[in-house]
């Protein structure tokens, strides 16, 4: 059953009063304005720092200080293992078992990673279906491995765009394309959540429509990963990837991660780009000739891990595991359609939403196509303090994280958005 909206106060703290993650809040700090915390949307760029963080951080600057070298090994969190620390609570968010995930580097790096090993063309099948509109860096990347496959882009990458007329795409669509494609397609490489619309794709049947033309499925979780519950080893995903500064409050530009299926993270044979941190660890530290990957995704590893930000990422894990992406995601719901209950409330017909209406094919996330004045809207909402984002050519995004978005949030972004529109 649809739950019954107020746009008012009154209903906005009531909701509040009920919800069981409401103390999750306090656990953050807010970015003021006007001496009052600002309405917080922009979770899905950037999360908010959480207060056990620095914590975390002067920990680590203390062990330095104090351990110098042997901190790798004599450190509250030994920094030579750290990656350890993050697996079992990463594989919670995204439904794998710990040794398919390793937190590791940045995102468009793990996608490079992620296509050295999954693209694999041959002269029958070597062509890539992927989302029109996709987030650049991901362009950029399959691009970059398709010419370094001595290919030309226009002959590889089939992009799936929507419907004449219609903003997102329809599954059927897809897995029609992955169909048509057939024994040509080497791989899928899509979103989890797209950027841009907010729509969620239908990663199980994606993975299972590959599978069965005999090509890989590989996804850039960026806004999917701490936003929506997923199952990558069960629907048995062949890789993924993702950063951790969005939903999951990790640090700007912080420790990213990546998800390669027990099948293949178990097959040493792969192709990988390889590194010592990879490698087989009773024999890192001997120092020998030729590269014996380590089992699990940790041998996609090149380096040492980076202490500082992976510290951030725990602390900001240990609180996101301790409320649990299930609880989260059915608050999601309720806070998302308070949000758009708000907004058709007072925007009427001057505002589109572009995220799918059903509650299933989308996340936190609502974009906004706003037909007139769109920019000075979202100058206006940015000056009174509501932080949302703008994308061009005339779309804003907002995002209340079940985390620590509250309902009278979405009320006063409702009211803040009232008086943009009456400029
Ligand atoms: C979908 C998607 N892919 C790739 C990136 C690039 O991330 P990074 O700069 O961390 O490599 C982003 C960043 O927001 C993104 O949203």
């Known amino acids: 059953m649809l739950p019954v909206y107020h746009n008012t106060l ?7 009063e009920s919800d069981p993650l409401q103390d999750f809040r306090n656990r953050f ?22 207060k056990s963080v620095r914590t975390a951080l002067e920990q680590e600057l203390s062990d330095w200080a104090a351990l110098g070298v042997e ?48 693209y694999q063309p041959t002269p029958e099948r070597y062509k890539i279906l992927c989302e029109a509109g996709s987030f650049p860096s991901d362009d950029y990347a399959l691009e970059t491995h398709v010419r370094m496959r001595g290919l030309k882009p226009e002959d590889v990458i089939v992009e799936i765009a929507p419907r004449q007329g219609e903003t997102t795409l329809r599954s059927e669509d897809i897995l029609e394309a992955i169909r048509n494609a057939g024994q040509s397609l080497a791989l899928v490489m899509f979103a989890g959540v797209q950027y841009y619309t907010g729509q969620v794709f239908d990663m ?50 912080g420790v990213a991660g990546m998800f390669v299926h027990e099948r293949h993270a178990t097959n040493k044979d792969l192709p990988r ?18 590269f014996r990957p380590a089992l699990g995704a940790q041998s996609w590893q090149l380096s040492n891990p980076p202490a500082i930000l992976m510290a951030a990422h725990k602390a900001a894990l240990e609180i996101f ?49 706003i037909e007139k004045n769109g920019r ?9 303090g509501a932080i949302v984002d703008w994308r061009e050519p005339n779309v804003i995004r907002a995002a209340p994280a079940p985390l620590y978005n509250s309902f009278e949030d979405v ?13």
């Open 10 to 16: 009154d209903f906005a703290r009531q909701s509040d």
């Open 29 to 50: 700090l807010f970015p003021q304005h006007d001496d009052r915390e600002v309405v917080y949307f922009t979770g899905n760029s950037l999360g908010l720092q959480s």
């Open 71 to 118: 901190g790798h090994f004599h450190a509250t969190t030994p920094w030579w293992q750290y990656h350890k620390a993050l697996q079992e609570p990463l594989a919670r968010v995204i439904g794998a078992k710990p040794e398919e995930v390793v937190a590791m580097n940045s995102l468009t790096v793990n996608l490079h990673l992620m296509l050295v090993t999954f």
């Open 204 to 253: 199980k049947s994606i993975t299972y429509a590959a599978h069965h033309v005999g090509a890989f499925a590989c996804f850039d979780l960026a806004h999917a990963v701490g936003n929506i519950p997923m199952k990558l080893h069960e629907w048995r995903v062949d890789a993924a990837v993702w950063c951790s500064y969005k939903y999951l409050n990790s640090s700007p530009g």
């Open 273 to 290: 780009l390889a590194g010592w941190w990879g490698n087989e660890e009773s024999e890192r530290f001997q120092m020998k000739k030729g």
């Open 321 to 369: 595991d301790e409320a649990g992406i299930e609880r989260l995601r059915k608050k999601s719901e309720e806070l998302t359609g308070f949000l758009e209950f708000v907004i058709r409330d007072v925007a009427g017909s001057r505002i589109t939403i572009i995220t799918p209406t059903n509650p299933a094919e989308r996340g936190a996330q609502l974009s906004l196509f």
């Open 376 to 384: 000075a809207v979202f100058e206006y909402l940015l000056a009174n």
């Open 411 to 423: 009320w006063r972004f409702g009211e803040l958005l009232k008086e943009a529109l009456a400029m």
